[in-house]
């Protein structure tokens, strides 16, 4: 795609996911979703003329509504590689749907590439947990880029990242690469008005007309001119300022954004 903005495709409707629902894949779709606590905003753009790629995401909600669980992966792969994963990766969030620890769903992810879901050599994938009723988010990184986290109380923009000294060498490694791998998880508190902006690298790796990449630095950068008011005016500023990045170039890459910001939870009334 050549210079210029993005241009939404969706409706404007926003969907909202029922009770065990799973609801994403790989397939190209821009679109507003609501799950508890969280508003979001979905970009999956296959690199063209594709009409599915290489990128992946989820959402699901569980625990009588309380939980939500986002789930974005890149796949080293294609075609029969990519839907192995997909099947694979759909079949264990719904096995895991209503457990708020994720250790046990990112070792069967782990496991089920190793075991050659499909034809994919591995992927690397971000998994959250978010619990509508506190705000709390549990996430775990298997080799993916950190997401963008928006502290609406600081005003700042900051990656989201686990940065404990207590770290294992073989912790967050990407998945399918080596068997046993533990995976860190990491509680964080999302405030009110919070944005989490999780992608895939191609955004951090899109390329201007002289070959150079946008990076994780200057992506981190061009936050401080995003809007916050909503997922989608975030999601969709950050992936025009990319797009001005690459100026003539194409991109060369599958784009996808997933853009979530907490709103209170109104707790219920009995009468």
Request: glycine share 12%; hydrophobic share 40%; proline share 5%.
């Amino acid at each position: 795609m050549g210079t210029g903005a993005y241009t939404s495709e969706h409706s404007g409707d926003v969907y909202q996911l029922a009770c065990l629902e799973i609801r994403g894949g790989n397939r190209r779709a821009v679109y507003d979703a609501e799950l508890p606590g969280l508003n979001a905003w979905i970009s999956c753009r296959p690199l063209l003329p594709a009409t599915s790629g290489g990128d992946l995401y989820y959402l699901s909600v569980c625990a009588q509504g309380s939980i939500s669980r986002v789930t974005i992966a890149d796949v080293a792969g294609h075609g029969e590689g990519v839907s192995g994963v997909a099947e694979h990766l759909r079949d264990a969030l719904r096995e895991h749907v209503d457990e708020w620890d994720q250790s046990a769903l990112i070792r069967g992810l782990n496991d089920g590439l190793l075991k050659g879901a499909g034809h994919a050599k591995f992927a690397t994938a971000f998994v959250l947990s978010h619990y509508a009723a506190t705000g709390e988010m549990l996430f775990t990184n298997a080799g993916h880029l950190p997401p963008l986290w928006y502290r609406a109380r600081a005003g700042q923009w900051t990656f989201m990242e686990d940065l404990t000294p207590y770290s294992k060498d073989l912790a967050d490694l990407p998945l399918g690469m080596i068997p046993g791998t533990d995976y860190r998880q990491t509680a964080v508190q999302l405030g009110d008005g919070d944005i989490v902006l999780l992608y895939t690298d191609g955004l951090s790796e899109a390329e201007d007309g002289e070959g150079e990449q946008l990076g994780l630095g200057r992506l981190l950068e061009l936050t401080a001119a995003l809007p916050t008011n909503s997922p989608a005016a975030a999601g969709q500023a950050l992936l025009n300022a990319v797009a001005r990045h690459r100026g003539g170039a194409p991109a060369s890459d599958d784009e996808t954004v997933v853009a979530l910001r907490r709103h209170p939870v109104v707790p219920h009334r009995d009468l």
